[in-house]
């Protein structure tokens, strides 16, 4: 009894497997998305707060209206500060290379966006010599 012979290719041979981690991710785009659903509204909602809160002191007298503007001031502008680095923070989730290396770092920067803008508010609180 004889043995078939094993036939050989003739195409071109198969493309080498890429180095682990690599590859690109098909939902990198997923925590991203996400993340971005979440921290636009909230720092809308943030911004409509922060906004207002010049009213607090309407009816204050004139020591405090003075303490509350000062302080509002300050709190202001670092809470714009603060907005721009949620941007940033944003931003980097979504430019990260989609590849399946990049997937962790990818959602902690997707996570730590909406985290920023509560952190934002929450430090404008604080700064903020409320009556």
Do not use: K
């Amino acid at each position: 009894m004889t043995t078939p012979a094993l036939a050989t290719p003739t195409g071109p041979a198969p493309a080498p497997d890429t180095a682990p981690g690599t590859a690109r991710h098909p939902r990198a785009f997923v925590a991203p998305l996400v993340a971005t659903l979440l921290t636009l509204p909230m720092a809308a909602v943030a911004f409509f707060f922060v906004g207002l809160s010049p009213m607090a002191c309407d009816s204050c007298g004139d020591a405090a209206s003075d303490r509350f503007d000062a302080s509002y001031d300050v709190a202001f502008p670092a809470f714009g500060f603060g907005l721009l680095v949620v941007l940033a923070v944003l931003l980097a989730a979504w430019a990260l290379p989609w590849q399946r290396r990049y997937a962790a770092a990818r959602v902690w920067f997707a996570v730590a966006a909406p985290a920023a803008v509560v952190l934002d508010f929450v430090v404008f609180n604080g700064l903020v010599d409320w009556p």
